[in-house]
């Protein structure tokens, strides 16, 4: 595809449930970022992969959140035993040789 | 010190006015500051972005100004239409290529 892609688009889920992320980068794009927006804010950053370099995890709110990047390509994030304040647009950004960073559409999670 | 300060929130302007937006940050390590639109439902999408070597950059109806010194920047829509109505975010970069983002800047252009 031309872009980044992101599924599902909405995700609705019960507190506690485990739910999973999906991210496809553009293609040959050698870094993947996953932000976090909450409602009316900015975005917050999450996670960071780079080639095959280990992640740069600092911005995970709590050890509930874990992503990986499967063949350098798409991602998933995962976020465990999901909490209220969990809600929030999930994006996902990819970045190739320059600086700029593409961002996908984002996946609406709400918990109840 | 990773933060970057945005405002106003929110800002409504008639159609030809020009909106306003403006950041401050404290960190001297970033090096390349982006502005990003971000249209409901959608991710955002990157508008303009400049480098502190830099004090103005022009892009179309886009411009950015830099005051390195006071560590502040901020973007102006010339003659702002209706379709610019969006929300608007600044961010910084520094090592390591994560984005720190403004609160964002809702901007509303009447016709």
């Known amino acids: 595809g031309a872009g980044v892609s992101q599924s599902p688009s909405n995700k609705v889920t019960e507190k506690g449930k485990d739910v999973e992320l999906r991210c496809d980068p553009i293609?040959?794009?050698?870094?993947l970022y996953w932000y976090r927006q909450s409602l009316g804010q900015g975005l917050e950053f999450l996670i960071y992969f780079q080639g095959n370099s280990a992640p740069d995890k600092s911005g995970l709110p709590s050890d509930r959140f874990s992503a990986e990047r499967t063949g350098g390509s798409v991602s998933t994030l995962t976020i465990q035993r999901t909490q209220q304040e969990d809600s929030a647009v999930y994006l996902c950004a990819s970045r190739g040789a320059n600086n700029e960073q593409f961002f996908g559409p984002g996946t609406r999670l709400t918990v109840l | 010190q990773q933060q970057v300060k945005q405002s106003p929130q929110s800002l409504i302007v008639q159609k030809g006015g020009i909106p306003i937006i403006n950041c401050a940050y404290e960190?001297?390590?970033?090096?390349?500051f982006p502005w990003y639109q971000q249209f409901p439902g959608k991710g955002p999408a990157l508008l303009i972005a400049i480098r502190p070597d830099v004090s103005e950059k022009k892009e179309g109806r886009f411009t950015i100004s830099f005051n390195k010194s006071a560590k502040q920047f901020s973007l102006h829509i010339m003659d702002s239409q209706p379709g610019d109505s969006a929300t608007y975010f600044c961010?910084?970069?520094?090592?390591?290529?994560?984005?720190?983002f403004g609160g964002g800047t809702r901007v509303l252009v009447k016709p």
């Open positions: 293609s040959g794009h050698t870094a």
């Open positions: 961010a910084a970069k520094a090592a390591g290529n994560k984005l720190t």
């Open positions: 960190n001297t390590a970033f090096d390349y």
